[in-house]
């Protein structure tokens, strides 16, 4: 399906999008990443090394699609996964979130929809939009509530993809991610989510940390088939539904995570602390997808249970880790430590 | 309950703010109006005549919340009524209903909850967000799904309000109006809805026209019984509920409601035509709502029936149109005449 195509992918050089990036490029696509690393948002050039003779790399934020229009003229298709995940951030450093993940947003889809109007778009969402579920599993219907600043500007721009569809200027589509887990997370940039940290502690051979009883459940969802749900959501031919849950292939409590992880790492162990200030307003309790409608309407399925995923993943750390954890910077920090630079650099640019 | 209370209302020069400063004013209340008209919003410090020297005004953007942080302090209640309600100007100028309605209510609830944890704010937000029914009437748990920017930013700053209160930072509650009319309404403002619009044709001697067949169902209240849902809210002693649909005491046809105006203003006739192109897209077929959880919780309900409200309406504006209709502009225009002017100061002053 992608051979020949043109695939512009923002923030393609961070964990979801790199993968992305690198499956497209093998698939014969031609490939233009769209990614200014900005600090804290994950974005990593080692992360697309295997394709790097393959793919362009435009060092540019998606606010300024102005600059790149070029690219966008000449692509079939978008996977705009561009944005920061933090939710702690996000309640630190509210403006930046929504510049990140809103404002930019606003900006890019109002450049596509004049330069190459019509296109498809995947963008990222998150099941973070539902915030603590009324009822399990989560289907696209449940109510939405989230409970930090993140959520809300991710859940705007995830609107603004749906509303602009509607009135037929870009052809969109929003995927809600639950918890993604495997090969180029970044290890460095903290508050990237629980997996994130447990692969970093793991990588570095120390245990594991739960907050709370850890019976709260996650179905965690292996990169690749994440990368699949997006490449099929990209070559749907006339989609009857534009909001797609992409859940994991298995329910399991926080212990259970816990544990599989660490019989794969061998000989560290797990312990359990009271949750952190910054972390218990956050929480949301138990969640799991239900992800009926995409396996209907798109055919897709995760393949990869969470023992084997996490096997992987590791695997790739134990080789690749000095490419994603400062040596200086070994302990995890929920700071963004050139906030500020950020905040200030983005003031200028802003609405 | 408001003798003797400090209250700060955001947009207090507009519509329904006013009405409502107005109202708080005369039943002892000291009262701050934070607004600074900007161009389109509907401002106008005329409409607070009946109280001027019994308000405090302060011309400032909410965004800039810090520089009036000692109104902040000493409020007791906060009614949030600040922003843009165009849903045209939004499709015309994305980024200035960004800025207007979500960033600058990010940038005054962060002031607030540092300055006054937990204030009781009631915000202004709108039918709007559920875009298109999927069915009548709508309750509040119907799903949001905004036709326009305007929708996405008023949700996202809805948002705010109940995220922040379920963190017990303040103590939010949010109003979906359905379409309000009543006195000191913008007449010069174009795009504030088609109520304003009637009534501004009919101020002018001039017949009504009506989008499409006429048969769409509106649910028109009149502002003192908006006014009245904004007091009860802010003196509600322990909220059950955060969201509160506020509709009107009959569910009429754009038909009717044109019938029952024309006959009050004696001697204009209806006439019929297509949708403008510009509206088209907006349009979001019949509404009407279920207002029972307000009238359950809050004890509301609306007094004044259409026909009352808008001979009231008109008698306003046949006394006072010289201060609501610029002589040189009587050629209604849905353009911000000074638009660019206002984004580029607002660009500036941003995220």
């Excluded at 043109?6 to 993968?19: D, I």
């Excluded at 699609?65 to 939710?87: K, M, P, R, Y």
């Excluded at 200027?169 to 639950?178: F, K, S, V």
């Excluded at 134990?318 to 200030?344: S, T």
Aim: aromatic share 8%; with cysteine.
């Amino acid at each position: 399906m992608y051979t020949g195509k043109r695939a512009l992918v923002t923030g393609g050089l961070g964990f979801v999008g790199s993968n992305l990036a690198i499956r497209l490029a093998r698939l014969g696509a031609g490939v233009t990443i769209v990614d200014p690393c900005i600090k804290g948002c994950g974005g990593n050039p080692y992360n697309v090394r295997p394709v790097r003779d393959r793919v362009s790399i435009v060092s540019l934020d998606i606010a300024d699609a102005e600059q790149f229009a070029g690219a966008i003229a000449e692509s079939d298709v978008i996977f705009n996964l561009a944005g920061e995940v933090s939710h702690v951030h996000s309640m630190q450093y509210p403006e930046r979130d929504l510049q990140l993940n809103t404002v930019s947003h606003l900006r890019f889809l109002e450049t596509v929809k004049r330069i190459k109007p019509g296109i498809r778009v995947i963008y990222a969402s998150t099941r973070q939009v539902y915030g603590a579920p009324d009822y399990l599993p989560v289907d696209e219907s449940h109510p939405v509530h989230p409970v930090d600043f993140n959520g809300i500007h991710k859940y705007a721009a995830a609107m603004y993809h749906l509303m602009l569809s509607e009135r037929g200027e870009i052809d969109g589509i929003a995927l809600r991610l639950t918890n993604v887990y495997g090969p180029r997370v970044a290890l460095s940039a903290p508050c990237q989510g629980f997996l994130s940290h447990f692969v970093r502690r793991l990588t570095l051979g120390q245990g594991l940390e739960i907050y709370g009883d850890g019976e709260q459940l996650r179905d965690p969802v292996y990169v690749d088939d994440v990368v699949e749900a997006f490449l099929l959501a990209g070559s749907l031919r006339e989609p009857q539904s534009r909001v797609f849950n992409v859940g994991g292939p298995e329910v399991l409590s926080l212990n259970r995570i816990a544990g599989i992880a660490c019989r794969l790492a061998a000989g560290v162990e797990v312990c359990h602390r009271p949750f952190p200030e910054s972390q218990r307003t956050i929480d949301i309790g138990s969640y799991a997808s239900d992800s009926s409608r995409i396996r209907r309407e798109l055919g897709w399925q995760p393949k990869v249970r969470f023992e084997e995923g996490m096997a992987r993943t590791l695997e790739y750390y134990r080789a690749e880790w000095p490419h994603y954890l400062d040596p200086d910077d070994l302990e995890p920090r929920c700071q963004l430590p050139e906030h500020r630079g950020v905040v200030r650099r983005l003031r200028y640019a802003a609405v």
